[in-house]
């Protein structure tokens, strides 16, 4: 992720969670569709981009022209609608110009020398951008490339459409499962992410990015002294920092820290069972968990008098989704640190922070997801932003 003059970071300077959308699939006023975008020190990588996500990113401080890889955990609507909108707008996209005027994006050169926008998903998300991109006239000025994560049932090759690729279109692979999982679908120097599937009414996968372990804390005071003592210029200092080992003039041999484990965010998409996904998520520094529906008596007026924590339960299930309590249970598996909520019902406000029934709302939710799981809960809001922190160094 540096750029091509600067020196490779050792460690990313700060992790953050921005919910661009929190809603399931009808969105309100206060929830819009699902999206959120993670921060990896300057970098922005969007998961999911419902429709009006870039609406929310201007509402936001996230940056348009940050974004660096999309991934889409699957092609319902409520998840995609945003991300030709989106596209348009970072890659200088547009409707061409009149006949006998030049456009000169279609003059481009060789894209194969620009980094692409990176985006990854299931089958039919290239044939999807493809088809919408093709439809609406809309030219890109800048290159982007879809990678696929094959599911065992998919076929291994072919783009799912006829439809040949744009200019700016890059060849993208097509990852086939391995052993249950996609390991490793990305890596680089400070992170990597890997994907599983996990259980929706449709094909949905679920991501999981690691950070490499980090620099442990340094004390100068174990360190300074050799080095001036034997005239070891201070430099030395940001290779102990890395946990190496120097042997200084003297014999002196001096140990870095040793590294530490880096953080872990696992973002789900929907799903009524994410378990071929627990191994990857296993004490995840975060976990990100649909809750879309909740049986709340007593506190959502809308309650139905007929139906049960069973009932409600049953037909979440049925429709792919969960509730706070599977969502949960799932956190409790897998030993997360925290679990964060979202894609709620349209019937669950998302203005909390400032209105009292949707406090008792959403604080009811919580509860329920709390019968289950003992770590720290947090509905998400539409614009909330999180940092994630290094774990203490006595944890
Ligand atoms: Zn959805
Ligand atoms: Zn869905």
Same mark, same amino acid.
């Given at each position: 992720?540096?750029?091509?003059?600067?020196?490779?970071?050792?460690?990313?300077?700060?992790?953050?969670?921005?919910?661009?959308?929190?809603?399931?699939?009808?969105? &309100?006023?206060? =929830?819009?569709?699902?999206?959120?975008?993670?921060?990896?020190?300057?970098? @922005?990588?969007?998961?999911? +981009?419902?429709?009006?996500?870039?609406?929310?990113?201007?509402?936001?401080?996230?940056?348009?022209?940050?974004?660096?890889?999309?991934?889409?955990?699957?092609?319902?609507?409520?998840?995609?609608?945003?991300?030709?909108?989106?596209?348009?707008?970072?890659?200088?996209?547009?409707?061409?110009?009149?006949?006998?005027?030049?456009? %000169?994006?279609?003059?481009?050169?060789?894209?194969?020398? #620009?980094?692409?926008?990176?985006?990854?998903?299931?089958?039919?998300?290239?044939?999807?951008?493809? &088809?919408?991109?093709?439809?609406?006239?809309?030219?890109?000025?800048?290159?982007?490339? @879809?990678?696929?994560? =094959?599911?065992?049932?998919?076929?291994?090759?072919?783009?799912?459409?006829?439809?040949? &690729?744009?200019?700016?279109?890059?060849?993208?692979?097509?990852?086939?499962?391995?052993?249950?999982?996609?390991?490793?679908?990305?890596?680089?120097?400070?992170?990597?992410?890997?994907?599983?599937?996990?259980?929706?009414?449709?094909? +949905?996968?679920?991501?999981?990015?690691?950070?490499?372990?980090?620099?442990?804390?340094?004390?100068?005071?174990?360190?300074?002294?050799?080095?001036? =003592?034997?005239?070891?210029?201070?430099? #030395?200092?940001?290779?102990?920092?890395?946990?190496?080992?120097?042997?200084?003039?003297?014999?002196? #041999?001096?140990?870095?820290?040793?590294?530490?484990?880096?953080?872990?965010?696992?973002?789900?998409?929907?799903?009524?069972?994410?378990?071929?996904?627990?191994?990857?998520?296993?004490?995840?520094?975060?976990?990100?968990?649909?809750?879309?529906?909740?049986?709340?008596?007593?506190?959502?007026?809308?309650?139905?008098?007929?139906?049960?924590?069973?009932?409600?339960?049953?037909?979440?299930?049925?429709?792919?989704?969960?509730?706070?309590?599977?969502?949960?249970?799932?956190?409790?598996?897998?030993?997360? +640190?925290?679990?964060?909520?979202?894609?709620?019902?349209?019937?669950?406000?998302?203005?909390?922070?400032?209105? %009292? %029934?949707?406090?008792?709302?959403?604080?009811?939710?919580?509860?329920?997801?709390?019968?289950?799981?003992?770590?720290?809960?947090? +509905?998400?809001?539409?614009?909330? &932003?999180? %940092?994630?922190?290094? =774990?203490?160094?006595?944890?």
């Amino acid at each position: 992720m540096a750029g091509k003059n600067k020196v490779t970071p050792t460690a990313l300077s700060s992790i953050n969670i921005t919910f661009l959308g929190t809603a399931s699939a009808q969105p &309100s006023s206060t =929830r819009n569709h699902s999206s959120l975008a993670l921060r990896l020190g300057g970098d @922005v990588w969007l998961f999911d +981009c419902g429709e009006a996500t870039q609406h929310q990113i201007q509402r936001s401080g996230v940056k348009m022209g940050r974004i660096k890889k999309i991934f889409i955990t699957h092609t319902h609507g409520d998840h995609i609608f945003g991300l030709l909108p989106l596209m348009a707008s970072i890659m200088n996209g547009a409707g061409g110009t009149v006949e006998g005027l030049e456009d %000169e994006r279609n003059h481009a050169t060789d894209y194969r020398e #620009v980094s692409p926008l990176e985006i990854y998903g299931p089958l039919g998300t290239r044939a999807y951008i493809r &088809s919408g991109l093709t439809y609406t006239h809309t030219i890109l000025g800048a290159p982007y490339v @879809v990678h696929e994560l =094959r599911f065992p049932i998919d076929p291994a090759v072919g783009d799912y459409t006829e439809m040949l &690729s744009l200019a700016t279109e890059l060849a993208g692979q097509n990852i086939p499962e391995d052993n249950g999982i996609w390991p490793n679908i990305y890596q680089d120097s400070l992170v990597s992410v890997s994907a599983a599937p996990i259980l929706h009414s449709v094909p +949905c996968v679920g991501y999981v990015v690691t950070e490499k372990p980090v620099p442990g804390k340094m004390d100068p005071k174990q360190y300074v002294p050799h080095i001036k =003592r034997t005239n070891t210029p201070m430099a #030395v200092m940001s290779r102990l920092q890395q946990g190496e080992t120097v042997t200084l003039s003297d014999g002196t #041999v001096l140990h870095g820290p040793s590294r530490r484990p880096g953080r872990k965010i696992a973002i789900l998409g929907d799903t009524y069972d994410p378990s071929p996904l627990a191994k990857l998520a296993a004490n995840a520094d975060i976990l990100i968990h649909e809750a879309t529906n909740a049986h709340l008596p007593g506190v959502d007026s809308d309650t139905k008098p007929e139906d049960s924590y069973e009932t409600v339960e049953i037909r979440a299930k049925s429709r792919g989704h969960s509730t706070p309590q599977m969502a949960g249970a799932f956190a409790n598996r897998v030993g997360a +640190c925290r679990l964060l909520l979202n894609h709620f019902s349209a019937r669950y406000p998302g203005n909390d922070d400032v209105d %009292e %029934e949707a406090r008792r709302m959403m604080g009811a939710i919580k509860a329920l997801a709390a019968e289950e799981f003992r770590g720290e809960i947090i +509905c998400a809001r539409d614009l909330m &932003s999180i %940092e994630v922190q290094l =774990r203490a160094l006595s944890d």
